[in-house]
Structure formats: C-alpha cells, structure tokens
C-alpha cells in the first residue's frame, strides 16, 4: 500500500481531509496548494453530525472542538416581526439521535485543525506556491506536471485528486473546460465580537446558542457563534450581479439594505452597524458534469459540485467526498472501477442536498400567500418532527462504516 501515492491539488478543508483519509489507510500522500501561504478565506460554518463523525474517525474532532460552539437548536425566525416560526433541537439531542454532534466553527479553525493532523502523519507532505499543469494517463496511474517556483517537475501517482474549489483549473482534466456559473445570489458576510455593543444588539435579537435564520421575501440573514461562543456569524443572502471571482473586499451594505424592506427596525440597525461586510458571489458547478476519468483523476468538494450553501453542506459534501473516495480506492483492486462506483454513489447523495438547498431557499424567500402556508405548515410540526425530517442527512454514514472502527467513538 505505501508503494500508491496519492497527489492531491488544494490544502483547503477537502483536500486536506482527503489527505487524512487516505492515509488512514497507509497510502502515502503530497499535497500541491497553489497559494504560498496556508490560509483559509471565509468566515464560519456549520458541521453536522454527517460530517463530524468523519472529523472524530480521522482525529481532528478533539482538535477543532475547543473552538467551536455546540448550538442548542436551529430557529427560523420573521425578518419583520422576530417572531420565532420554528425550533429544530439539537445540542444533546442531536448528539443522541444522530451518534455525533452539531458544531458551529470558524472556517480557519477547522482547517488549522486539519493541519495539525496533517503535519503529525510521516504519509503526508505538502508543497507550497506549486500549480498543477498536465496529468497524463500511464500504465499504472497518472503522470503529474507541476510548476513550483519557476521550475517544472512532474510526479507519478496512482491518483490524482483536485480539490482547488469552486473555481476549480482541475475541472477541464475530467471533461470539457466548464467553468462554475454565478448563481445570482450574493453572500453578505461579517463578524461581530460578542462583547461589543453590536453584539450585545444582536443578543436583544435571538440567543446566542442558536443558529438562527431570519427570513424575508428579499434576503435571508444566518447567524450563529463562533470562536468558543466570543464571537457571532453574520452572513445575509440577497440577489445580485456577478462580480469578480474572488473575495471582493469590505463594501458598505447599501445593496443589502435595498432589499430589506419591511425589516423589523432592530434588525435593520443591527445590519447598518454591523459592519464592514465582505461580499462574495456564489458560484455553481453542474452536478451532472464528470468528476472522475478513469486513468485516475477524481474531482472533490466544490471543484465537482459547488452549490448555494441554502443547506449549510458545502463543507460537510466535502469531507463526505474526501473519506469515502479514499475507503473507495484503497479498497478495490482496480482504480478505475472504484472511481465509477464511488462517483455514481456520490452524485446520488449530492443532488439529494442540492434540492433541499433549493426547497430552503424558496421557503424562506417566500412571500404573501405561500409565506401563510409555510408558517402554517412550520406551526404544526413539531420540533421533534423536524429532526426526523432530517435523519436522511445528518444520519448519513459512509458505506461499511462501524462505530467501533479506528477513531469512530466520538
């Protein structure tokens, strides 16, 4: 086994999940990551139990939990009156009913997590400022070209796994050069330090041990605490135009506040003084598209299926992608065969998500009459009723999983 190495292109949250799980699995591992610095760009986010049970197997759980926040529910709220419309349990409960928790995190407190598992493994090394170019197929795998400060190398691998995100230059390797397409929805996001008077503001607005979305025909706003409960996740959705394929820096919330009409005051205030707020432009990949050829070449996480994050699952996806393509691989005699099943497995499970994304997103936008019979329908669900609603989900294990496997006591 320590004969296959597995290349990996990106050291975010997928690739260096990925990195775990193969060497999990005792097959040496490097990953390239095109930026000279590690760092991860983003805010918070939110890891059900589908993808914290994986994190406790691969050791990372113990690492990442000092930082984050275990919610007590999940409450949807009126963006006009802060009148509560429904409560999904979680804290204990979720813990009880889905074998693993619900956590809330920095996204940079994840992926340091990540690194410091990554870092202690002999199977694994990372490179730096490195830009993949070819991957050719060879008898036994795949020839990788790469380009790390000027110079040009290539390396041979059993796999080669691109998890480069969302804008992925991977993609054109397993089919035609498709770049992602803008969804038409922006995400405002900002954070606020728990002991400031903005933060105190939002206090006024709904616990701070929840993760609360606020929602309105125009825009919807999530938020929920982070950094061991110091500091509050604010991240609004509102339509919008395309921008720049990158992070657009800190802008006033001008375009959000256009769309807020009818907002309770309170709320309204809190998004004027919550500020500066980044921007950034969601993107989506076609799920339908390939994600793996059979020489060798897999996809994961965003670079094969970027969606709108309307289920709060992109990183759970993710690190779903990451640990079953490993089991995959390091199972089968034969890769190509493995990449077939495991791709046509994966693209069941994520279209699954994708659409309760949607229905998330029509459901909370809705207005007039469609927005009576959501409140009417949330009325009469119990809190319990809406846990089971979500078993197919946070229930979710990988294929031959055993909670009494290396790791798997959480």
């Given amino acids: 086994?320590?004969?296959?190495?597995?290349?990996?292109?990106?050291?975010?949250?997928?690739?260096?999940?990925?990195?775990?799980?193969?060497?999990?699995?005792?097959?040496?591992?490097?990953?390239?990551?095109?930026?000279?610095?590690?760092?991860?760009?983003?805010?918070?986010?939110?890891?059900?139990?589908?993808?914290?049970?994986?994190?406790?197997?691969?050791?990372?759980?113990?690492?990442v939990s000092a930082s984050t926040v275990r919610p007590e529910a999940i409450v949807l709220r009126d963006a006009a009156t802060l009148a509560e419309r429904a409560r999904m349990p979680l804290g204990a409960a979720a813990e009880r009913r889905w074998k693993a928790p619900y956590l809330v995190a920095h996204r940079a407190d994840l992926q340091g997590a990540l690194l410091a598992r990554v870092t202690e493994s002999p199977l694994i090394e990372i490179a730096t400022g490195a830009t993949v170019g070819t991957v050719d197929a060879q008898a036994d795998g795949v020839k990788v070209s790469l380009t790390q400060g000027g110079i040009d190398s290539h390396e041979h691998a059993t796999l080669f796994v691109a998890a480069d995100g969302v804008w992925s230059a991977s993609r054109r390797l397993v089919g035609p050069n498709e770049k992602s397409r803008f969804s038409g929805e922006l995400a405002w996001r900002t954070t606020i330090p728990v002991d400031s008077d903005v933060g105190r503001q939002f206090a006024g607005l709904t616990s701070l041990a929840t993760v609360t979305t606020f929602l309105h025909p125009g825009f919807h706003l999530v938020a929920y605490p982070i950094r061991a409960g110091h500091a509050v996740?604010?991240?609004?959705?509102?339509?919008?135009?395309?921008i720049a394929e990158q992070w657009s820096g800190e802008t006033d919330a001008g375009a959000m506040k256009r769309v807020m009409h009818g907002t309770a005051p309170a709320l309204a205030r809190l998004v004027d003084e919550a500020g500066p707020w980044t921007v950034w432009p969601l993107h989506t990949v076609d799920p339908t598209r390939p994600w793996t050829a059979p020489s060798g070449i897999a996809?994961?996480?965003?670079?094969?299926?970027?969606m709108t994050p309307f289920a709060a699952q992109g990183a759970a996806m993710a690190i779903e992608d990451a640990y079953?393509?490993?089991?995959?691989?390091?199972?089968?005699?034969?890769?190509?065969?493995?990449?077939?099943?495991?791709?046509?497995?994966?693209?069941?499970?994520?279209?699954?998500v994708a659409r309760r994304g949607a229905?998330?997103?029509f459901a909370w936008h809705a207005a007039g009459p469609v927005a009576l019979a959501r409140n009417l329908f949330l009325r009469l669900k119990s809190p319990a009723s809406l846990a089971a609603d979500m078993d197919w989900l946070y229930g979710w294990t990988p294929p031959g999983w055993s909670p009494d496997g290396p790791g798997g006591q959480l």
Avoid: C
Avoid at 299 to 306: F, K, M, Q, T, Y
């Fill in 299 to 306: 996809l994961i996480g965003d670079a094969a299926h970027a």
């Fill in 324 to 352: 079953t393509l490993a089991d995959a691989v390091a199972a089968a005699a034969n890769t190509a065969e493995a990449l077939s099943r495991w791709e046509a497995a994966r693209k069941v499970r994520v279209r699954k």
């Fill in 233 to 242: 996740n604010l991240v609004a959705f509102t339509p919008g135009t395309a």
């Fill in 1 to 63: 086994m320590q004969s296959r190495r597995i290349v990996i292109a990106g050291a975010g949250i997928a690739g260096l999940t990925a990195a775990l799980a193969f060497a999990r699995h005792g097959l040496g591992v490097r990953i390239y990551e095109r930026s000279p610095v590690l760092e991860e760009v983003g805010a918070g986010l939110q890891l059900s139990p589908n993808a914290t049970r994986i994190l406790g197997r691969l050791g990372v759980l113990d690492l």
């Fill in 359 to 361: 229905l998330n997103h």
